[in-house]
Each structure stands twice: as C-alpha cells, then as structure tokens.
C-alpha cells in the first residue's frame, strides 16, 4: 500500500503516558507531507518528461527511417542518373564516331572523284592538245600548199 501526503496528515497516533511529544510528531509529520508531495510531484513531472521524451524519441525513429530511405532512394538516384549520363556519353561518343568515319568516307569518296575528274580532264586536254596540233598542222600544211600553189603559178607567168 502506497502513503500519500493526506495519509501522513490524517495519521493520528495514540497519547500515551511519558509519549512523544506531540508538536514535534506533528511538525515532523507536516514536513514528511511537504517532502512526499514534492517528490510525488517531481516523480509525476519526471514521468511526464520521460513520455514526453519517449514520444520523441519515437518520431525521430521514425525520422531517422524516412532520412534512411531517403538517402538510400537518393544513393540510388544518384547511381541511375550516373548510369544513364555514362549510356548517353557511350551514344554521343558512338554517334560522334560514326559521324567522323561518315565524313572522312565522304572526304574520301571526294578525293576519290576529284582525282578521277583531274584525270579525265587531264584526258581532255590531251586530245584538245592533240586536236589543236592536227589543227595547226593540217593548217600549216594547207598555208605550205598555197605558198607552194602561188609559188607554182608565179613561176609559171
């Protein structure tokens, strides 16, 4: 059984012959209270405290579950993201690398035709050069025969 304050106040002992004295039971009593009722109300506030304190550590368990998977969905964001910025890279460098092989081929492909229209061309001015030689030389030839015909007729008057 528990003593409350109003039990120390309401306990009423016994007069006996040559007893206690009376005053100082009392006073000691009234302080005893006085004590209990500060301990009980400190031990009630203490209780408070501690459920209060429970409580909270209660929300920062559950705190402390969110930051967990937070972090955790974070860590893995970070690892996706990082994962698909290298698969990207991987494409711009392949697409890169296809484009350059596309244009040194073109380049080529160029080079190729040019050379072949300097050759050709070079084929034209030959038989232009050819042509014009003939040219001349039928020209040359048709200039001797007038000369020779004008020299012929001029001998012969």
């Given at each position: 059984?528990?003593?409350?304050?109003?039990?120390?106040?309401?306990?009423?002992?016994?007069?006996?012959?040559?007893?206690?004295d009376?005053?100082?039971?009392?006073?000691?009593?009234?302080?005893?209270?006085?004590?209990?009722?500060?301990?009980?109300?400190?031990?009630n506030?203490?209780?408070?405290?501690?459920?209060?304190?429970?409580?909270?550590?209660?929300?920062?368990?559950?705190?402390?579950?969110?930051l967990?998977?937070?972090?955790?969905?974070?860590?893995?964001?970070v690892?996706?993201?990082?994962?698909?910025?290298?698969?990207?890279?991987?494409?711009?460098?392949?697409?890169?690398?296809l484009?350059?092989?596309?244009l040194?081929?073109?380049?080529q492909?160029?080079?190729i035709?040019?050379?072949?229209?300097?050759?050709?061309?070079k084929?034209?001015?030959?038989?232009?050069?050819?042509?014009?030689?003939?040219?001349?030389?039928?020209?040359?030839?048709?200039?001797?025969?007038?000369?020779?015909?004008?020299?012929?007729?001029?001998?012969?008057?």
């Amino acid at each position: 059984m528990r003593i409350t304050p109003l039990d120390i106040q309401n306990k009423q002992f016994p007069v006996r012959f040559r007893g206690f004295d009376m005053q100082e039971v009392s006073d000691f009593l009234e302080m005893i209270r006085e004590e209990l009722e500060e301990l009980i109300r400190e031990n009630n506030w203490l209780k408070e405290q501690a459920s209060r304190n429970e409580e909270q550590i209660r929300e920062y368990g559950k705190l402390e579950v969110v930051l967990k998977d937070t972090l955790v969905s974070t860590q893995e964001m970070v690892r996706e993201y990082k994962e698909t910025a290298r698969k990207e890279a991987e494409l711009i460098l392949k697409d890169a690398e296809l484009k350059a092989e596309n244009l040194i081929r073109e380049a080529q492909e160029k080079a190729i035709k040019i050379h072949e229209d300097i050759t050709d061309l070079k084929g034209i001015r030959r038989h232009y050069r050819e042509e014009l030689i003939r040219l001349l030389d039928n020209h040359r030839r048709m200039v001797e025969f007038d000369i020779r015909s004008e020299e012929d007729q001029g001998s012969e008057i």
